[in-house]
């Protein structure tokens, strides 16, 4: 670039500065390191990602770049990866793969993001451009595969274009309803010139999100509140992800009313706290879906009334209840159930004006029904001298402290974590809730482990889920992630063995993992640490010697196929039809 | 019930992808569709004709709201509007039959287009309900093709 042109440039763009004269003056800018620029400029510090022909220069502008870049073994556990960093750190996860089958191989990890508003980034390689919609060689159109799964993606078609729709990518992922956002690039796009290193503005004319609610809705809510006999609120992944808990917290030690929580919601109001009637839905608590049913307003706040809490039966759900609905997204609103005063706008904003407004109401008769609930159906476990799953979480809440994060995979030791783990905060607890993807719980450890590295991490698996990703042993190794990994092995599909023995008339169905591998072996194989527990004695030794020895380790827990989960309100079925517990 | 949905977008490629794609979906069913720019080139709209009562109309357009690229949404079966389609009719003529076909056109402020020697083809603006008398009237001289646009609408001015 001429001299000329550098003064067009600082004529236009004011921000124009010395560095990036001499990004200009040190020769070829291309599209790959405008990106690798960008995403430095947003804060970026880790992404996960897997190379491929088309990622070639971006790989290669990788070596000079301050990104660190982790390799995990499959597509994946790139994005599962990016997501459990995402929901730890409540930053814009990044995760990168080549076109065609790396990409494809990302949509499952999309989708999980997409179902619990994840905010990401993914950037796929894709064919260069005057080969697009040829069926070249590892083409997909992977923009079009994730339309239905992503908040928003771009193919880029042009290099100068990079700065700003990185930029533009980062805030709608992050901003109103977080959730992935896919950047298709083309091959010759990133060994293209950049000549302006740029970002300019973003160009969203009409991207629009919500904050604050609408404070006439507010009040009535804060006076629907305060006349209510029987208030509960109803807190999800939402309060969570705009970091309401606190606000929470203040809002029921204030007014003195309870709440349940959705999995997603685990960790908005600490496990021990009084107020906490348990986790609502299948396999919640009786008491939280006793009381759910029973209560004269729902205060509902960051949840979508999905059909694993609702039971699908929207029309027989919290029937007796005025429902206050708080979402940032309008489109929650009204899908599943009426609201009668719906407040758009985000958690903490409306939560911090409701509480300021709100005023106690007199329910000491719903507490006395509530703790009569509670006693009479408590969650328990019948500790039978055998290796219980219960018994393994709640020592290892004992044993972790409050500095863990606990991962989980999905099956029934996603469900006993949920019930039987204490959790003290939220971002703490992390599961693949909306889609319930088996494979999660690994790499989502190891983002997570990226994302905290002081905390202790636990991944709760099964033997099915944790085969899915056992490949990412590997990866624990290769960046030596302390994570313990607590493999709860009945030798079963255990989830889909419980349903089929109380539905299906014990016909077991393609359940058995038969040829199971020896996993302390396989641990060992990776040059880690594998301990076997099969008695309830050896728990805690156990736990704390894994916690004790340096770098990841694998705990096999040989737990019995015919634990079950309980209770259990079968889809389709009201509370009063719960296994396991009301007669 | 139909609702008629003005949907500004933006003029990005691949819009009308994300905007069929939502509808499929989403099980929401769509009755006709018609796309063009606006005097503004960066934006186009879609005049969307979808079945549904006031729930499914309201998800509709809060499901729109949410794609990036989609501007403003706007119900225009709440407004007072002036609608039209246009549709070009092939008719098999006879001459016994031509002078008819001719009255009929004219009756409805039709044009002729195009003269073949055994048919007639002819050009027809109006609301869908005028665009379906006609075409139910040509049918019994024979229509041998048909096309037809889909609605577009706008808003009664209030001045
Ligand atoms: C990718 C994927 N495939 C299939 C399922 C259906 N499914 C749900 S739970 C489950 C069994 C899980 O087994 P395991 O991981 O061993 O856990 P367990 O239930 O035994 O604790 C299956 C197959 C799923 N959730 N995800």
Request: proline share 5%.
């Amino acid at each position: 670039m001429g001299k000329f042109e550098q003064d067009i440039y600082r004529a236009r763009d004011p921000e124009f500065t010395w560095e990036d004269e001499e990004i200009l003056a040190s020769g070829r800018y291309n599209g790959a390191k405008a990106l690798l620029d960008v995403l430095e400029k947003e804060g970026v510090e880790v992404i996960f990602g897997y190379p491929g022909g088309v990622l070639l220069t971006l790989y290669d502008a990788l070596l000079d770049s301050s990104i660190k870049h982790i390799l995990p073994r499959h597509e994946q556990a790139a994005v599962h990866a990016a997501d459990g960093y995402a929901r730890v750190s409540g930053k814009v996860g990044v995760c990168l793969a080549t076109s065609g089958p790396g990409a494809s191989n990302m949509v499952t990890g999309i989708a999980n993001a997409y179902m619990d508003s994840v905010p990401l980034v993914v950037i796929t390689g894709q064919v260069p451009t005057n080969l697009l919609g040829t069926d070249s060689f590892q083409e997909v159109d992977i923009t079009g595969m994730t339309l239905p799964i992503t908040k928003h993606s771009y193919l880029v078609k042009d290099a100068k274009d990079i700065p700003r729709i990185v930029k533009e990518a980062f805030h709608i992922a992050g901003t109103g309803r977080p959730g992935p956002v896919l950047i298709d690039l083309p091959k010759d796009i990133m060994a293209a010139d950049v000549i302006d290193p740029h970002a300019p503005k973003l160009s969203l004319p009409s991207y629009k999100y919500f904050t604050k609610g609408n404070s006439g809705q507010i009040n009535e809510a804060a006076k629907a509140l305060a006349q209510s006999k029987k208030p509960i609120v109803y807190a999800g992944g939402g309060v969570i992800t705009s970091g309401a808990g606190s606000i929470l917290r203040e809002l029921i030690d204030k007014v003195n009313i309870p709440v349940v929580t959705t999995l997603m919601g685990i960790g908005s109001v600490q496990s021990k706290h009084p107020n906490l009637l348990g986790m609502v839905g299948m396999h919640g608590t009786i008491t939280a879906n006793l009381a759910v049913n029973d209560c004269d307003l729902l205060i509902a706040v960051g949840v979508r009334f999905d059909d694993r809490v609702t039971s699908g039966l929207k029309h027989r759900f919290a029937t007796n209840a005025k429902i206050i609905h708080i979402d940032v997204d309008p489109a929650e609103i009204g899908k599943v159930v009426k609201a009668h005063i719906p407040i758009v706008g985000d958690a903490k904003l409306v939560l911090d004006e409701l509480c300021k407004k709100a005023m106690a109401p007199e329910i000491t008769g719903w507490w006395a029904q509530l703790r009569k609930w509670q006693q009479e159906y408590p969650l328990g476990y019948e500790q039978d001298g055998h290796l219980n799953p219960q018994t393994i979480l709640e020592a290892m809440g004992k044993i972790g402290g409050e500095n863990v994060i606990v991962t989980t995979d999905v099956g029934q030791h996603q469900m006993w974590a949920a019930q039987f783990y204490p959790v003290t905060s939220g971002r703490q607890f992390i599961t693949s809730a909306g889609l319930g993807t088996m494979g999660f719980g690994f790499p989502a450890a190891i983002g997570a482990q990226f994302a905290k590295p002081d905390s202790l991490v636990f991944l709760v698996t099964g033997d099915g889920s944790f085969q899915m990703s056992i490949h990412e042993l590997a990866t624990t190794v290769q960046y030596d992630l302390p994570i313990k990994i607590v493999l709860m092995n009945n030798g079963v599909l255990g989830m889909v063995r419980q349903m089929q023995k109380m539905f299906y008339n014990e016909r077991f169905s393609q359940i058995q993992l038969h040829a199971n591998p020896d996993f302390v072996k396989v641990a060992e194989a990776y040059g880690i640490k594998g301990i076997r527990v099969d008695h309830p004695d050896q728990v805690e030794p156990a736990l704390l010697e894994a916690i004790n020895t340096p770098g990841p380790v694998l705990l096999d827990f040989t737990i019995s196929p015919d634990e079950v989960v309980l209770p259990m309100v079968p889809s389709g079925k009201v509370i009063t039809e719960v296994l396991g517990g009301v007669d | 019930m139909l609702h008629t949905l003005a949907v500004l977008v933006e003029n990005n490629p691949g819009v009308l992808a994300r905007i069929s794609g939502l509808f499929a979906r989403r099980a929401y069913n769509i009755f006709s569709l018609a796309v063009c720019q606006t005097e503004n080139p960066s934006l186009s709209v879609m005049t969307i004709v979808v079945e549904g009562d006031s729930q499914v109309i309201e998800q509709v357009t809060k499901q729109l709201h949410k794609l990036v690229v989609v501007h403003k949404v706007t119900n225009l079966s709440n407004e007072a509007v002036v609608d039209r389609e246009l549709a070009l009719v092939r008719v098999k003529v006879k001459t016994e039959t031509r002078l008819e076909v001719l009255q009929t056109v004219d009756i409805f402020r039709g044009r002729v287009v195009d003269m073949g020697r055994s048919n007639l083809t002819i050009e027809l603006t109006g609301d869908k309900e005028k665009i379906d008398a006609f075409i139910k009237t040509m049918r019994t001289y024979g229509i041998l093709e048909l096309v037809r646009t889909g609605k577009i609408a706008i808003a009664r001015s209030d001045t």
